[in-house]
């Protein structure tokens, strides 16, 4: 789903389209052999294009507490795949997976907080959820926050918060990163440039 604001997405400023939010390798999430059949069944049905058996298979082990579940479970009431979309009850099992860690999750929790679906709109809560998946491995959310800091969407613009989020998306492999990192540098004087060294590599030992 490429479209800003119609789109469950990391990119919450659709500055890269190509990364869509309900794709088949996302309901293909690994699981580990701890995890509940019933989610394993939702999995199939899924797989199957059968949404409404996969709805009440997660919806059972997102119940139980799975985190896997809880995080798919979302996508399909954001899409309204197998039931009425449902952007609150989108919200909410993103915020529970988030909150257990799921770092894709988080990634989400920071768009609809961003976008306001589903949830108050609310700027800092997107940031800060952003954040937390971007310093876990998360490589469109430290891209997406590059580019929000270096246009000034939704934020003040700041070079130097940009250039440390565009160095943590080359840590995290992000495509296109490197360019961004060198486009934003190329504007900072020594001492900004300084600066956002310095707040990366706080981030890297936080």
């Known amino acids: 789903m490429p479209v800003l604001r119609s789109a469950y997405l990391y990119y919450t400023l659709g500055m890269l389209k190509k990364y869509t939010f309900l794709t088949l390798s996302l309901l293909l999430l690994a699981v580990a ?6 989610y394993e069944d939702g999995l199939d049905a899924a797989l199957g294009g059968d949404y409404r058996t996969a709805l009440r298979e997660f919806t ?5 507490g799975l985190d896997l579940a809880q995080f798919n479970l979302a996508i399909l009431y954001f899409t309204g795949r197998g039931v009425d979309r449902d952007l609150t009850q989108a919200f909410h099992w993103t915020e529970m997976a988030a909150q257990q860690g799921h770092v894709e999750a988080q990634a989400n929790l920071g768009s609809l907080y961003l976008t306001g679906d589903g949830v108050t709109r609310d700027v800092d809560a997107g940031v800060r959820w952003l954040g937390s998946a971007a310093k876990a491995g998360h490589a469109p959310a430290a891209f997406s926050l590059a580019d929000m800091y270096l246009n000034g969407d939704s934020v003040p613009r700041d070079l130097v918060e940009a250039h440390a989020w565009a160095s943590q998306a080359v840590y995290n492999e992000a495509e296109d990163a490197e360019d961004l990192q060198s486009r934003i540098e190329r504007r900072l004087d020594a001492d900004q440039l300084t600066q956002a060294r310095r707040l990366f590599a706080r981030w890297q030992i936080e």
């Open 33 to 38: 052999s701890t995890a509940r059949a019933d």
């Open 60 to 64: 059972v082990a997102a119940e139980g």
